[in-house]
């Protein structure tokens, strides 16, 4: 998660945020710009989930899940996120 995204104009845009997995990376990116921390138990190893891709689970014991989503305008969509992003 150390990307660094810097959009100037609609087509870097298009280029940088072209795919769903890559819509997913930016938001991981500004909800833990410091990288992914559980916040139940604090582990710092995650892995996102193949069946619900938004969706990165605790590597630690606790198995805590948390959405890139959750607590957003996004939250609970069942559109993608590249619609999403696009009509922004």
Not at 14 to 28: D, F, G, M, N, V
Not at 45 to 74: D, K, W
Request: positive net charge; proline residues 3%.
């Amino acid at each position: 998660m150390a990307k660094q995204y810097k959009i100037y104009s609609l087509i870097s845009f298009q280029h940088k945020l072209a795919t769903e997995q890559a819509c997913i990376e930016y938001l991981a990116l500004l909800r833990w710009p410091e990288g992914y921390r559980c916040s139940k138990c604090g582990c710092q190893e995650s892995y996102q989930l193949r069946v619900r891709p938004r969706v990165f689970m605790c590597s630690a014991v606790c198995n805590h899940q948390e959405s890139v989503t959750a607590g957003t305008i996004l939250h609970r969509t069942k559109l993608p996120l590249l619609m999403w992003f696009w009509a922004a």
